[in-house]
């Protein structure tokens, strides 16, 4: 069964900086790609980071681009969310997800437990 295990979150001040970790199992890892998405109370779902199956390739919405940087390590299998300059609207519980096929375009269909972070 694929398996997506997300860990890092926590509280921080705004303008600090937290980085999330998802490790996954269950599956080839370095053929799918992999995105974090968002959830904060009372809000829309929000896709926030994709990366592609070899991490050259990485796409952010524009609330978070230059402030969360995307990375991944195939011989770990995980991906890394390295988020800076964290604001109060960054609250939220934070998802990590694996596309259906290689390519993000084509959605995703797996699902980790989630990992809160408050900032305040």
């Known amino acids: 069964d694929v398996q997506l295990v997300e860990s890092g979150g926590g509280y921080v001040q705004p303008g600090g900086s937290l980085r999330l970790s998802c490790a996954a199992s269950?599956?080839?890892?370095?053929?799918?790609?992999v995105g974090w998405f968002r959830q904060a109370p009372g809000k829309e779902r929000e896709g926030i980071a994709a990366i592609g199956p070899d991490g050259a390739t990485t796409s952010y919405a524009d609330s978070v681009k230059g402030r969360f940087t995307f990375s991944r390590d195939n011989h770990k299998n995980s991906v890394y969310l390295q988020m800076s300059s964290l604001k109060p609207e960054d609250t939220a519980v934070y998802y990590c997800v694996r596309s259906y096929t290689s390519s993000w375009v084509d959605g995703f269909g797996y699902w980790g437990q989630g990992t809160q972070v408050t900032v305040s």
């Open positions: 269950g599956y080839t890892y370095s053929m799918f790609s």
